[in-house]
């Protein structure tokens, strides 16, 4: 085994990297992923097509594992403007490069993707609360890479893919956290009494984020599922004990292995896929009418992340019966309304986003149906997915509002972004492909609070759109039915030409 020792200077900063050389495997190039772009910039590192693999080491030092297939450059190029790929080469042909970079800088990083960290603590948590010593998220301070494939997973599960996460700062010290459970413990031990006399407080507690060891309890409570799994305590197990639509049973079974593969329990010898097909199949039983729609999936899968599939379940009933209804109908019309409503608001959050959008003629439901119809689990990195689901969970459908107005407002609100998207075919992929800065938990949760709309301008802009749609659709009935005298006055007056003709003749005769 070879090392390389490559040392540059870089901002000031002296950053040492060690190349080791291991045995290419006949396999690597099926067990390793490719960084999907040249470069991050949240702070990932560069990645080429030889592909690169990153994992974060406890002594803050990240690992970058790069394959490399072509052949050793003539010369070393260890001058700062060297790229991974470039020091990758040294080592030769098929062979993996590993580099270790100490990540003292990564602080700096982080300062850089505008996760607001110079702000006080009070607006990171959307609100005061009596928790003065812990209100920064255990689930906060994180790097999404690019597609990686690690040995280990994150701390969310994933062991590679689009959401797995790299940790630039340690946890809040133990015994924060540990107060930060006990709360949640003595409010979920007396449920019943906080929720009707301390609402504000576990309000303000889910906006800070819900302690990892107890979210799935915490969703679980938060969403009511606790009361209907009580009510109905056999209905999971009497719904698996039928057999269902033979149509919902396959297109199950067909996206099972789309539902984030990258995290441990969805991977073949893992046991998410088995629970995922359980639930959904219980949910398009039980919902007979709609049946079962691929964004269920997502939203179940998230849940069994977290809980039990029976818990996960009820959960699942509650977010599509309530939080989202009408969302997975066959004409999507509640969907339909609510990309109304968020087109309404942003007027009033972002003229100039607004004005851009109606120019190119952009229907809400071009951009805003998978953030709404998968609850942003297809769109933000995991940590944010998380922040947005303990608040959502709490406070309703508004909060899928208000992430969706961030996004847009701080996606397309700067004037050299819209000179870049002259028309809709522009537009349309930079929605698709978020800046990270904007998708970071902290800045989103700090942006959602300084929105300029409140509970009750979302419910007028509500009846706005609901009555503008009853008023078009009584205009549409009224030009419909019109249309239909119309026909029937020339058929009446075909039927009597005829008559007229047949007695003309018969006269004739």
Known sequence: MNETILSTESNGSKVEAKAVETPSKPND??????????????????????????????????????????????????????????????????????????????????????????????????????DDDDDASDISSVINAPSVISQTPDRYGFMGGEQYTHESEPNPPPEVIRKREMKWLTMLSHWDTTMKNSFKTVRNRCRKGIPRSVRGRAWYYLCGAVYLHKKNPDTFKNLLDQEGKSECIEDIRKDLHRQFPWHEIFMEDGHGQEDLFRVLKAYSILNEKDGYCQAQAPIAATLLMHMPA?????????????????????????????????????????????????????????????????????????????????????EGVKILFRVGLVLLKYTLGRTDVLKQCPNMYDTLPVLKNLPNYVTHENFMVVQMKRLDISDDQMRREHYKQVMKRKKAEKKKAKLEAAQKRLQQKEARSVSSSRQNVNISQETAL
């Open 29 to 130: 190039s099926e067990g390793e992923r490719q960084a999907d772009e040249p470069g991050s910039p949240n702070g990932a590192p560069a990645a080429d097509t030889n592909g690169v693999a990153a994992t974060t080491t406890e002594n803050n030092t990240i690992t970058i594992q790069v394959r490399s297939t072509s052949p050793p450059p003539a010369e070393d190029q260890t001058d700062a403007g060297a790229s991974v790929s470039s020091s990758s080469t040294i080592i030769g042909a098929a062979a993996i490069t590993r580099i270790e970079i100490n990540g003292s800088n990564i602080k700096d990083t982080m300062n850089d993707i505008g996760g607001a960290r110079d702000g006080s603590r009070s607006e990171l948590g959307m609100g005061d609360d009596d």
């Open 310 to 394: 029976e818990e996960a379940f009820w959960c699942l009933v509650a977010v599509c019966d309530k939080y989202l209804k009408g969302y997975y109908s066959p004409g999507m019309e509640q969907l339909q309304l609510d990309g109304d409503i968020l087109f309404g608001l942003l007027k009033r959050v972002s003229p100039t986003v607004y004005k851009h959008l109606k120019k190119q003629k952009i229907e809400p439901v071009l951009y805003m149906t998978e953030w709404f119809l998968c609850a942003y689990t297809r769109t933000l990195p995991w940590s944010s997915v998380l922040r947005v689901w303990d608040m959502f969970l709490c």
